[in-house]
């Protein structure tokens, strides 16, 4: 025991870097490494081998270390406190140590030998690194004053092409402005055709520019005259309507129907339309509103299916001046164009029959 307390002295704690720390190691505990590995000591909680060098064994907190769970204690009666190396077990080792325990700390004690001397290799190997790279700073060195000697030459090449070419220049000087006076010439001449070119350019787009001025203002008045004649027109059709359904003489009818395509051009009024307005109605404002909605597609004009061949019926009930029975029926046709009926309901019966009249006509009829 006295001889395990000496060793136990001579545990040293080594830091991360390789420096003994202060104080030495106060557990007097082994514990046996994972897979028999070697022994080891505590040291706050965790479990670090014990590595023999020339100064004693000691501990390195910077190497391998285990948890306490992994590691199993070694008995204080079956085991010393401090292991010996391979071959002296039979001289030194305290009694109750046995042979297999000898072998277990010999293949701990010949790894850690081997660690070692591949530090001390390691070591070797990073004198001979650092010696490399000294001498490689100094033929970086050398390199660098054989390039700042390079680059002088250079400079002074450099200067010397550049008087030469200032001889070459001089000596072409004469020649040169030469040239470049007839170029100027050459480019003046060719400016002074482009600058004729776009002036008759420009005369010509202002003669078309009054041109088309004057055709809009043609435009302007003859449409403006188009539109008094057409309200003109417009206005002789509601009082022809008008005088016709107060009792007109037949021949205004004739005048009428001349007249409805110019005013309503896309509407094709079937003339029989004009006998019912004629016979039923007091007043035709109603109904002309209507026929001018059909002519200008108005979308808001609601309309639903009643036969076949594309006839359509107006949803309004259009009023006579008397009643709201007046009805009207369109299909579209080529071209835009739009085919209407104006028919007046006298009971359910009499518009059915109308329906189907209208479902047998051809698409072709007018």
């Known amino acids: ?20 720390l202060a104080r030495l190691l106060a557990d007097e ?37 285990y948890a306490q769970k992994d590691c199993r204690p070694m008995a204080s009666a079956a085991a010393p406190e401090n292991p010996q190396p391979v071959g002296t077990a039979a001289t030194s080792a305290p009694k109750g140590m046995g042979p297999a325990m000898t072998g277990i700390e010999g293949q701990w004690l010949a790894k850690a030998e081997q660690v070692e001397a591949q530090r001390v290799e390691s070591v070797a190997r990073q004198q001979q690194a650092s010696k490399a790279m000294a001498q490689l700073h100094g033929e970086l060195a050398d390199a660098r004053e054989e390039q700042a000697r390079l680059a002088g030459r250079v400079r002074h090449l450099e200067a010397d092409l550049a008087q030469l070419q200032q001889r070459l220049r001089d000596d072409r000087r004469l020649q040169k402005s030469e040239n470049t006076v007839a170029d100027l010439r050459g480019q003046l001449t060719h400016a002074q055709r482009q600058v004729a070119a776009a002036q008759t350019v420009a005369k010509q787009a202002q003669e078309a520019r009054k041109t088309a001025e004057a055709r809009v203002t ?15 027109l417009e206005q002789r059709l509601k009082i022809c309507l ?21 005013v309503w051009p896309r509407l094709a009024i079937r003339a029989e339309s004009w006998e019912m307005v004629s016979r039923h109605c007091t007043r ?5 509103r209507v026929l001018q909605a059909l002519h200008d597609e108005d979308p808001h004009q609601a309309a639903f299916s009643i036969a076949d061949h594309g006839w359509r019926e107006v949803q309004d ?13 369109w ?11 104006i028919y007046y309901k006298t009971d359910d019966e009499a518009q059915q029959a109308f329906h189907r009249a209208l479902s047998r006509e051809s698409v072709g009829k007018a």
């Not at 003859?222 to 309200?231: I, K, S, T």
């Not at 035709?284 to 002309?288: R, S, T």
């Not at 080529?334 to 209407?340: D, F, K, L, S, V």
């Open 218 to 232: 043609a435009n302007k008045s003859e449409l403006a005259q188009q539109r008094q004649e057409a309200a003109a």
């Open 1 to 20: 025991m006295r001889d395990n307390a000496v060793m136990n002295d001579r545990i040293q704690i080594l830091d991360k870097h390789g420096a003994p």
């Open 29 to 65: 505990n082994r514990w046996h490494l994972p897979d028999g590995i070697g022994v080891g000591v505590k040291y706050s909680g965790q479990i670090y081998p014990l590595v023999k060098t020339a100064q004693g064994w000691v501990i390195r907190l910077g190497g391998h270390r």
């Open 242 to 262: 008008a005088g016709t359904a107060k009792g007109a003489r037949p021949e205004a009818w004739d005048w009428f129907q001349a007249i409805l395509p110019v």
């Open 331 to 341: 299909r579209p046709r080529p071209e835009r164009r739009i085919e209407a009926v």
């Open 284 to 288: 035709v404002d109603a109904v002309l």
């Open 317 to 329: 009930h259009i009023a006579t001046g008397r009643d709201d029975r007046l009805r009207v029926y």
